[in-house]
């Protein structure tokens, strides 16, 4: 989970660093993002992962401008001081990863009645 702590409405970049895998562009019009963008929340994006380490690593590589396939959270990036942001987890040993990234999507849904700023579906 990627939290930021600032209660301001962000400002949007209209670039980021994130690495094109296999050519695709992740980066998304600037004019769009405060559309997505959640007011009152500062959880900006959910994810989940088996191996938490590794995902991780995957996710700041793709933040870094390396071409990873992590396309999840693109839009992180995109916001900025996003160097500023915090990373929170939950590890779940006993119970399967989706159901859990499902029931916390459902509850933010039922909270703000949008998907997270950077989870473009759920």
């Not at 992180?76 to 001081?81: A, H, S, T």
């Not at 933010?108 to 759920?122: M, P």
Request: hydrophobic share 35%; aromatic share 14%; with cysteine.
């Amino acid at each position: 989970m990627v939290l930021r702590e600032r209660d301001t409405i962000p400002k949007f970049l209209d670039k980021n660093p994130d690495g094109r895998f296999k050519g695709r562009n992740p980066i998304i019009d600037k004019s769009e993002l405060p559309n997505h963008y959640v007011e009152g929340s500062h959880t900006i994006y959910i994810g989940k992962g088996n191996k938490l380490q590794r995902r991780m690593k995957q996710f700041i590589n793709f933040g870094s401008g390396k071409p990873i396939g992590h396309w999840g959270g693109r839009l992180v990036w995109q916001i900025e001081n996003s160097d500023d942001f915090f990373v929170a987890w939950k590890c779940v040993d006993d119970q399967d990863p989706s159901i859990i990234e499902s029931q916390m999507f459902k509850e933010f849904n039922s909270t703000y009645h949008k998907l997270l700023y950077a989870n473009l579906k759920f």
